[in-house]
Each structure stands twice: as C-alpha cells, then as structure tokens.
T-cell receptor
Framework: RKEVEQDPGPFNVPEGATVAFNCTYS??????FFWYRQDCRKEPKLLMS???SGNEDGRFTAQLNRASQYISLLIRDSKLSDSATYLC??????????????FGAGTRLAVHP | SAVISQKPSRDICQRGTSLTIQCQVD?????MFWYRQQPGQSLTLIAT?????????ESGFVIDKFPISRPNLTFSTLTVSNMSPEDSSIYLC????????????FGAGSRLTVL
C-alpha cells in the first residue's frame, strides 16, 4: 500500500461548482499534512497546511480525519484558474531536524466554462 | 520565500551520456533537496544535499548514478549519469521555505528526455 494515495482524476467541473478531493495516508502516526498545487509544467507550490481543527482560506477548506486517516480539500465556487493538479503531502513522523515529506501522485482538476 | 533558479529547464540527451543540473538559491540554506517526478507519478526524494558533507540518498538512489555537489550554502548540482530512457523525468531542487515549518519551495524543474 502506498504511503499517500489520491484519486488521480481528472475531476471535470463547471465554473461555480463545489468539488472535494480526499487523500488517504497509511501511517497512523503521521504528524503534519499539506496540500500543494501544481500547474501544468510548473513546480509544486504550497496551497495550505492542514490543521487538526481544519482550516479555511477563502474558497478553500482543508480537513483532517485522523480516525479514518484521510485529509480532504474542498473548493467552493470553482474558477477556471483553479485548474491544476493538487498534491497531498504527509509527514509520517518527526525525527529531529528535517522531516521527510511524502507526496501523493496528485488529483487533477479541470474547471470548464 | 527563497527564490530558486534551476537550469537547464529542459534537455534532450542521448542514452549513455550524463547531464548536470544546477540549482542556485538567493539565500543561504543548510539543506537542499533533489526530487524526481516521473510522468503521472508523485514526487520522489532522491537525496538531501548538505553543505560540507556527502549527500544523503534515499532508498533506490545511489551516488554513482546521481552524484551531487554542494560547494556552498547557495548552490548545488545533481548529475544524472549514464542515462537511459527510464531516467526521462522532471528533476526539481527544493529548499525549506522557512526553518521549522517543513514547507518546501521548489525550483521550476529540469525536464529531461533521454532518447
């Protein structure tokens, strides 16, 4: 089983739609979680961190479910510019100093007019 | 955030040759990381490059195939040696966005195609 798994998509949604992605992780001791965004032929960039209490940033909401070992990303009122691949990132454990990030393969979102 | 310049941005190479990718950061950083992203797959950490010591390689990656240099706190190179078509991938360098936050900033990547 992969450490971090995502539905590759693509999710094809019209502008204005609400769309949600899930990401499951295998290590129950995982400590930190993030969503990154990667545009076509570009490098990944941090979208948001995922806190235990969940967090919201404008149209984006991230949630963590430790019991079921998944994190989610909800995008409301989708824009054409939201079209990208969304990467789930997990830090499995803390070992002092730098903590290795594990990336999912990404979920592709295509927003159409 | 740190600004990372990576080059070449892309290259097409012949089987059996080697290519060196350069990564320049606009600030001093302790660790630099080299990732590989194969088509449709997740980013995979190749190695961590520390200034003044040998790079630390992840399982499945070896120094003979991916030698790394880290001559100072703002620069690193990754060489892909004796290339085969399976090495066709995007190679990205990255640094920690800010100390203790475990957030990475990436260079734009080097898209390598091996014929």
């Amino acid at each position: 089983r992969k450490e971090v798994e995502q539905d590759p998509g693509p999710f094809n949604v019209p502008e204005g739609a609400t769309v949600a992605f899930n990401c499951t992780y295998s290590n129950s001791a995982s400590q930190s979680f993030f969503w990154y965004r990667q545009d076509c032929r570009k490098e990944p960039k941090l979208l948001m961190s995922v806190y235990s209490s969940g967090n919201e940033d404008g149209r984006f909401t991230a949630q963590l479910n430790r019991a079921s070992q998944y994190i989610s990303l909800l995008i409301r009122d989708s824009k054409l510019s939201d079209s990208a691949t969304y990467l789930c990132v997990v830090i499995p454990s803390f070992s002092g100093g730098y903590n290795k990030l594990i990336f999912g393969a990404g979920t592709r979102l295509a927003v159409h007019p | 955030s740190a600004v990372i310049s990576q080059k070449p941005s892309r290259d097409i190479c012949q089987r059996g040759t080697s290519l060196t990718i350069q990564c320049q950061v606009d600030s001093q950083v302790t660790m630099m990381f080299w990732y590989r992203q194969q088509p449709g797959q997740s980013l995979t950490l190749i190695a961590t490059a520390n200034q003044g010591s040998e790079a630390t390689y992840e399982s499945g990656f070896v120094i003979d195939k991916f030698p790394i240099s880290r001559p100072n706190l703002t620069f690193s190179t990754l060489t892909v040696s004796n290339m085969s078509p399976e090495d066709s991938s995007i190679y990205l360098c990255s640094v920690l966005d800010r100390a203790g936050a475990n957030v990475l900033t990436f260079g734009a990547g080097s898209r390598l195609t091996v014929l």
